[in-house]
């Protein structure tokens, strides 16, 4: 394989991970996030793929891309190859900027890699233990590819631009591909992976076809995946550049970014939930009226401080639109959902005037811990007095993670009334099962009965 003046030491330590990394050797607190995880990607795919405008991308992804044995998952249950059914469901998975996150690696690594995992899994008539060792192998060296690369670049870009090297590894190690092969999958991945310049596209939002890069980043890995098999070589990584630094990679088998990551019990961008949840404290703790609000100040980093759009137009920007979510947020006083983006709520009049009342400001300590925590201070003028939060951080954090009823309210919500062939009905044995052939890898109908609770 030809890698130019590179060497490929760091890129080989990773291809190694990516085929020897097994359940059998994980701590059972990896084990079990890994299997959330991928339950929580799926439902966040099939609501995804019922957002406003989504149907635009899945139907080019469908009548693009060849028939093939993997599910796109809206429901027809159509069957495209590879490359189609990552694209269509990769979109979706980030149609409600519902999906986990990384603080460290500042991106959603389970939508890169589960919708290229799950396509490939089906191809292969996988187990689900091969899915979940996959994806647990993608969403590591994902996570570590971002590391190396934000450093090397010094640029903050979309997931997509290290997702495909993580979509890149699942299938490689899905379909059994050899130490070279893989290592030209995930070297084309990376070279050919978008850049996205991720506070253009919070300044203005554009659709799911270029939100963080998601959908593309997958499409790339699956891509890369197809002509390393085909026999293209890559041109080594990043890894092995010598300005680059690849001690992430030290920790692969060891340390596992996967239960540092966290999950969003709501729609929308992650850096606005925890105002949203220090209103919920401020509403709960004084039984404050929205109708009795004279004015809210939200205080944050100067990068939230950019979600300032008052009108969104459409359920992406209503997603970067800090007051727009703080405003449904507290006229509901109840956790924001998919049909909070829809065009009556955000046309409602009760949200829209309190939207205009709402003002956004830079707090030092939030802009501080910025690199451990995104965080938030809520004051709220109701009633000629002015309420005061702490600073507070969001729901599904290591710091405040979710309660069990919490999750699965959360899930409940996205597929509890998903229909048709293509949905994952039965995708909650991930959470229990360990061996067997998975449902995940066969989508089938039904309902996916999981309990809630109230906020």
Request: charged share 25%; proline share 4%; net charge negative.
């Amino acid at each position: 394989m030809a890698t130019s003046s590179f060497g490929r030491e760091h890129m080989d330590r990773a291809v190694e991970y990516v085929h020897s990394e097994s359940l059998d050797e994980i701590p059972d607190e990896v084990d079990e996030a890994l299997r959330r995880r991928v339950l929580d990607q799926l439902a966040a795919v099939v609501a995804g793929h019922r957002v406003e405008r989504m149907d635009v991308s899945t139907d080019y992804a469908a009548e693009t891309y060849t028939a093939g044995e993997s599910t796109i998952l809206d429901g027809s249950g159509r069957e495209r190859c590879l490359e189609g059914a990552t694209l269509a469901n990769g979109l979706a998975g980030n149609a409600l900027d519902i999906d986990d996150g990384n603080r460290i690696a500042e991106g959603h690594p389970a939508a890169c890699v589960v919708p290229a995992a799950l396509a490939a899994a089906e191809e292969q008539d996988a187990t689900i233990r091969e899915l979940l060792d996959a994806v647990l192998a993608g969403y590591e060296v994902a996570c570590r590819t971002a590391l190396v690369l934000k450093e090397w670049t010094g640029m903050y870009n979309g997931s997509g631009s290290w997702g495909a090297v993580g979509a890149a590894a699942a299938i490689a190690r899905l379909r059994g591909y050899d130490h070279e092969t893989t290592a030209d999958a995930l070297g084309i991945a990376e070279w050919n992976a978008p850049i996205n310049p991720v506070m253009r596209s919070v300044a203005r939002p554009g659709s799911a076809m270029t939100k963080d890069g998601i959908g593309w980043g997958g499409f790339v890995g699956a891509t890369a995946a197809n002509v390393a098999r085909r026999g293209l070589n890559g041109s080594g990584m990043v890894f092995d550049d010598e300005e680059a630094d690849p001690s992430p990679l030290d920790s692969l088998g060891e340390e596992y970014f996967l239960t540092e990551s966290y999950y969003k019990p709501y729609p929308g961008c992650r850096w606005v939930h925890s105002g949203v949840d220090a209103a919920f404290e401020l509403l709960d703790e004084h039984g404050i009226d929205a109708e009795d609000i004279e004015a809210v100040r939200a205080y944050t980093h100067w990068k939230a401080m950019e979600l300032g759009t008052k009108r969104p137009a459409n359920p992406d920007e209503a997603e970067y639109s800090y007051p727009y979510m703080l405003a449904v947020a507290i006229v509901k006083n109840d956790w924001l959902t998919p049909a909070d983006f829809d065009e009556a709520m955000r046309t409602d009049e009760g949200v829209l005037d309190l939207v205009d009342k709402i003002s956004l400001h830079q707090d030092e300590e939030a802009q501080e811990l910025y690199s451990e925590k995104s965080t938030s201070r809520i004051e709220i003028d109701a009633d000629g007095e002015t309420y005061t939060s702490e600073l507070t951080s969001p729901r599904g954090s290591r710091e405040r993670p979710l309660t069990d009823d919490e999750y699965f309210k959360k899930q409940r919500v996205l597929i509890d009334d998903a229909e048709g062939e293509g949905s994952p009905s039965r995708c909650t044995t991930t959470s229990t099962t360990t061996t067997g052939r998975s449902a995940t890898c066969s989508p089938t109908g039904g309902r996916n009965e999981t309990h809630s609770s109230s906020r």
